[in-house]
């Protein structure tokens, strides 16, 4: 399906038909296609498109400097995303900086020279804020059989709270025989989560679950 102009009520309902199967723009995790949709959408949509709303609020969870590949809407967004405009501010890159100078005649105006750029260097390196390591993960859930109630595995494992822990978008996936497993995604902080004691904590919902696995796990 084609998604129209996002500054229109109708494209935002397309995007949210499109979402309706989807917890990310393009693939299993957040990405810099992400941020390119959020910024053409502008501001967050009414509870009328819940589909983008669970996204919209996701998304905004994360750091988005940080999302990996391109920001970029895939073609079946069509033109509902443009190219932010060049920023006039030099980029902040490392590269900017020439540790060694030119070659120069090594005197001692040359040295001072490139102790000031090292000390810049150096000054500038302390300051950039440290990388948080982040997972995104897809999370199987199997019930007994086929009168287990979905809704209360569902919402047992979402009552699973702790620091660096983030619920996202579930469905029910049929496995056979009128029984449903749920799939559940998650982001977590690695530092703060550990995804065997995660697995742990929803397996001891044993009157709803039987089984808990890991479906797909990727760094951000």
Known sequence: MAVGDLKTDKGVKDLDAYLAERSYVEGWQASQADVAVLEALGEAPSPSNPHVLRWYNHIKSYDLKILPGEKKAPSVLGSTTSAAPPS????????????????????????????????????????????????????????????????????????????????????????????????????????????EHLIELIQEFDSVVQSADIAAFNKI
């Open 88 to 195: 006039d501010k030099p980029a902040d890159d490392e590269d900017d900086i020439d540790l060694f100078g030119s070659d120069e005649e090594d005197d001692a105006e040359a040295a001072k020279v490139r102790e000031e750029r090292l000390k810049a260097y150096a000054e500038k390196k302390s300051q950039k804020p440290a990388v948080i390591a982040k997972s995104s993960i897809v999370i199987d859930v199997k019930p007994w059989d086929d009168t287990t109630d979905m809704k209360a595995m569902e919402e047992s494992v979402r009552s699973i709270t702790m620091d660096g822990l983030i619920w996202g978008a579930s469905k029910l996936v049929p496995v056979g025989y009128g029984i449903h497993k749920l799939q559940i995604m998650c982001v977590v902080e690695d530092d703060k989560v550990s995804v």
